[in-house]
């Protein structure tokens, strides 16, 4: 059958011979032929055997595929197999063509969306086209003589079953994104595929409280109660992790245990779960036992007549007929209550004899608090949008938490990676291609729409409503299932719609989009289009109608803007972006590009992050043709504002250095306000203290008299601002005088910018020594956080919290909280405002562990804040750290020397707060090395300070360090 532009999740295995151009040098013709037929012969058998296919053998090299025509969801570790087999095969060749001539392979594996065409005698069987046929070989041509790497994404959990090297980031030229790639280097000894995932870390057993009572309810049931119990769900839903802890349980009762399992990898040997369980009984190897003929089940159960005997066997769906029937056998002739049997299964119909009772618990996927927990014991403490997001992908299945989790923990070193792996893919498209055409047809069209399917929707697409057992059909195969309420169809997973999504063909795809789009239009005619922004926006882009996706991706971000739901503004506006370069260039672009700019730096300025400003320098660039100074000062104010945001407050100055000289040099002072508010808090980030106070003193008068919300939301900010600032400097009075005033003004601006303003407010608390105060602050701080999705100013509410606590009695895990929070600001693209903070909070901590490497390890990446950014205000409070650890140390010339810089840095901020905190200090170093009386003088100074700037509670703690006589 002829194949055009079929679109396909394969696996692809390239192989090659190493060094065959001497190879064919130093051999006779005839003999390098016979080579060629050996090679050829010993590809097509060792593919063949593990499922794939030989596309096409071009000389001493071959490309194979796995995930057609049948479609496998294990492909990935199929073929990683036949490389492996491939590679020994040849090996075996070693010395038959010269003495001494060895024959290696190398090899690469990708996996991929591929379209599939009908091949010839050039291109092979079929002609491949797409980026996973061009990775693949280039993964074959970075590895070394007999290596084989294989890109990560292709195995997922299954590369456990292999023994692999370091994970390599592979930069392939001309392609945009990296590879993390493993060197496979055998196998291991993992035989299951729950034995594999054991080897990383798996996600917690939680969320399973009701189903393990169930099952310790049918353990300890007497002799009426059914011998088999049936634990059913779908892949990846927990059944293996859930069996490991009734093992575990079952033990401590007193079974004894015997385990098999069931597998569908090529075809495995019969009665492979009862060998398995015969041999753990005897103590065996079940390779190590013959065929059997005999009645092994019965063989099984007369074991139950010693200690009471627990038989689980895992992945029963692939049990043979044989295994079925000694199962009948084994419940027969077990022992009545002496027998327990525990299927684990992905159908909910066991298949036992007529007349055989079964116990059934169902695993359902993961409520919202259990994946909450496990995102949490797999991640650490995570930025509100992560976990959300994570849990919106997974859909409850403890497997997709521990990948998405796993892609979440690598984006360091693999920024470029996907959190789909191609091996989900693999295993989706398995399942799909077993649907019956029409059920396959009705989910691809659920697929175009979303996530979330509208059952009207769906039916004015199709013509006709779903019907009940085509819905119960894609159910069972753990595809679509009803939504929370009657009028919605959900994906089981996001993860498993976009695995659809990816393998529909383009053209059908748009089309699809298109008809989408136009009924959605009808409706918003009939309804209002505020409830379908999103959606007209998403189909009209996904349709490739500019016009109209540009048109409704700026509406549905003005939506999403007025709405607070800033993620979703900045998503439209950057979408509608794309579109606005494709319009010609003249007044209306520029017009679009004007508007544009600003929306999306007021959707972008209360979370900063890396990613935007790519899009505003895109902004620029095109409105620099335009002539006009008020566009090039509105595109260098906002790139200096989220610059500002992200913490690298000296590019920030230069930003607004020079919108502030266009504009004057304009004689345009519409914004000129605007633009040096935000250069004061630039020269504040930057550590310019003099400077900044003095811009804040000249320009905040003049925002009294002006309205809107957007001026509102910006003097709010810039009272916080220089009430953070006063505060660092310790004018407590001064400073809480500013929030208070910023507190009366406008409620809907005061609404937007409450996050910000209370968590300025906690670190004054900190500050202040009230640490009680503060964490309540924080945790307020973090509500409100969560609800806006801010993510800088959520971890950071998580990093006062957790400092509050641990200044409070607090212990591990609060440091680790804090620990968590530093590798989110760590993390690409993420902002970095005032997290010197963080790492002289850090510093602190690990100091008082005594533990000096982490200490210092903090205290430089405190010192690297103030290089990037001019960011000093965790600064001083590192160095009064590493000098009580030295002087614990008992190096009071180390101990002297951190203090001295701490005082320099004092005096850099002009902060008397900080300065009488170095007092305490030297205070504490001088009681240690025995000098009493310059303790005493030292604490005096600092008691007096902090009743001048009003800090009550370090004054008293101060004193009590200061006795008078």
Request: aromatic content about 6%; glycine content about 10%; overall charge negative.
């Amino acid at each position: 059958m002829s194949l055009v532009n079929q679109r396909h999740h394969l696996v692809l295995l390239f192989t090659d011979l190493t060094d065959s151009t001497r190879i064919t040098a130093d051999m006779e013709p005839e003999d390098y032929a016979d080579l060629l037929t050996r090679l050829r012969e010993i590809t097509n058998r060792i593919i063949a055997h593990h499922g794939g296919e030989v596309v096409r053998i071009d000389g001493d090299g071959a490309l194979c595929i796995f995930g057609y025509p049948l479609a496998h969801e294990d492909a990935g570790r199929r073929a990683t197999e036949a490389a492996l087999d491939l590679h020994a095969a040849m090996a075996e060749l070693d010395g038959l063509y010269a003495p001494g001539l060895k024959l290696r392979l190398h090899s690469g594996i990708h996996a991929g969306v591929v379209l599939l065409r009908s091949g010839d005698l050039v291109r092979g069987r079929y002609e491949m086209l797409g980026d996973a046929t061009n990775v693949a070989a280039r993964l074959c041509d970075a590895s070394s003589p007999d290596g084989l790497l294989v890109s990560a994404e292709s195995l997922g959990g299954d590369a456990n079953f292999f023994v692999t090297g370091q994970p390599q980031v592979l930069s392939l030229g001309g392609r945009r994104k990296s590879i993390q790639a493993l060197p496979v280097l055998g196998r291991s000894d993992a035989a299951t595929r729950f034995a594999a995932r054991t080897r990383q870390r798996l996600t917690p057993l939680t969320g399973r409280d009701g189903q393990r009572a169930a099952i310790d309810e049918w353990l300890d049931g007497g002799p009426d109660t059914p011998a088999t119990l049936l634990l059913h769900g779908p892949a990846g839903i927990g059944k293996s992790r859930l069996l490991a802890q009734v093992a575990s349980d079952a033990r401590a009762r007193g079974w004894r245990l015997a385990r098999g399992y069931c597998e569908a990898y090529l075809a495995a040997r019969p009665l492979q779960p009862f060998l398995q369980i015969a041999a753990e009984l005897s103590g065996g190897d079940a390779a190590d036992l013959p065929a059997v003929t005999g009645p092994i089940g019965a063989e099984v159960a007369r074991a139950a007549h010693g200690a009471p005997l627990m038989v689980m066997i895992d992945d029963w769906q692939w049990a043979d007929d044989a295994s079925r029937d000694q199962l009948a056998a084994m419940l027969a002739a077990a022992p009545a209550g002496r027998l327990r049997v525990l299927l684990a299964s992905r159908e909910g119909d066991a298949a036992l004899p007529d007349g055989v009772a079964q116990v059934r618990v169902e695993l359902p996927p993961l409520d919202e608090a259990a994946a909450h927990a496990a995102i949490g014991a797999l991640l650490g403490t995570q930025e509100p949008g992560v976990i959300a997001r994570i849990t919106e992908a997974a859909g409850g299945s403890p497997l997709l938490l521990e990948e998405l989790c796993l892609a979440q923990a690598s984006r360091a070193a693999t920024p470029s990676g996907e959190a789909r792996g191609a091996w989900f893919d693999l295993a989706v498209q398995a399942r799909f291609a077993a649907l019956p055409p029409a059920d396959a047809a009705m989910l691809r069209q659920a697929a175009i729409i979303g996530h979330i399917v509208p059952a009207w929707l769906l039916a004015a697409i199709q013509g006709e409503a779903i019907g009940a057992a085509m819905l119960d059909r894609l159910a069972e195969a753990d595809f679509l299932y009803p939504g929370e309420t009657g009028s919605t169809l959900s994906f089981k997973h996001g993860l498993t719609r976009d695995a659809v999504y990816a393998g529909i063909d383009l053209a059908l795809r748009r089309d699809l989009h298109c008809r989408v789009l136009d009924v959605l239009e009808q409706r918003a005619q009939q309804v209002g289009e505020t409830g379908l922004l999103d959606a007209l926006a998403y189909h009209g882009g996904a349709a490739g109608q500019a016009d109209k996706a540009r048109d409704y991706a700026v509406r549905a971000g003005d939506a999403a803007l007025a709405a607070g739901a800033l993620d979703r503004a900045q998503a439209h506006y950057r979408a509608a972006f794309d579109w606005v370069e494709t319009m010609p260039a003249g007044e209306p672009r520029t017009a679009l590009v004007w508007s544009l700019l600003n929306k999306f730096g007021l959707a972008s300025i209360v979370d900063p992050a890396l990613e935007q400003l790519p899009v505003l320098e895109r902004a620029a660039a095109l409105l620099a043709d335009s002539g006009d100074p008020a566009a090039q000062v509105r595109s260098a104010y906002w790139l200096g504002a989220i610059a500002y945001g992200l913490g690298l407050g000296q590019r920030s100055v230069g930003y607004l250095t020079a919108a502030r000289r266009i504009a004057i040099d304009a004689q345009d002072d519409r914004f000129i306000h605007q633009i040096e508010v935000k250069l004061a808090q630039s020269l504040m980030a930057a550590g310019s203290y003099a400077e900044a106070g003095a811009l804040f003193d000249e320009v905040l008068p003049r925002f009294d008299g002006l309205r809107g919300r957007n001026n509102q939301e910006t003097l709010i900010y810039a009272l916080c601002c220089r009430g953070f600032m006063l505060g660092d400097q310790g004018h407590m009075a001064e400073a809480e005088a500013l929030f208070a005033q910023a507190e009366t003004r406008d409620p809907a601006a005061l609404t937007t910018m409450r996050p910000s303003l209370v968590t300025q407010k906690a670190a004054l608390r900190l500050w202040q020594g009230d640490w009680a105060g503060a964490e309540a602050l924080a945790r307020e701080a973090l509500q409100d956080c969560t609800r806006t999705r801010t993510r800088y100013l959520a971890m950071m509410s998580h990093a006062l919290a957790a400092f509050a606590r641990w200044r409070s009695g607090g212990g591990d895990a609060e440091v680790a909280r804090m620990e968590d929070t530093a590798r989110w600001f760590q993390g690409h693209g993420n902002s970095r405002q005032r997290t010197s903070l963080v790492f002289g909070w850090l510093t602190e901590m690990m100091a008082a562990r005594g533990d000096a490497p982490a200490a210092r390890r903090y205290a430089a990446m405190m010192v690297q804040r103030i290089r990037e950014g001019g960011d000093r205000l965790g600064e001083a409070m590192a160095w009064r750290a590493l000098a009580r650890l030295e002087q614990r140390r008992e190096r009071p010339g180390r101990a002297d020397h951190y203090l001295h810089l701490a005082d320099a840095s004092a005096r850099h901020r002009a902060s008397p707060r900080e300065w009488a905190g170095n007092r305490l200090c030297a205070a504490r170093l001088a009681s240690a090395r025995g000098d009493a009386k310059r303790a005493a003088e030292e604490a005096r100074q600092a008691a007096e300070t902090y009743a001048t700037l009003g800090m009550e509670m370090l004054r008293q703690r101060a004193e009590a360090l200061a006795p008078t006589h």
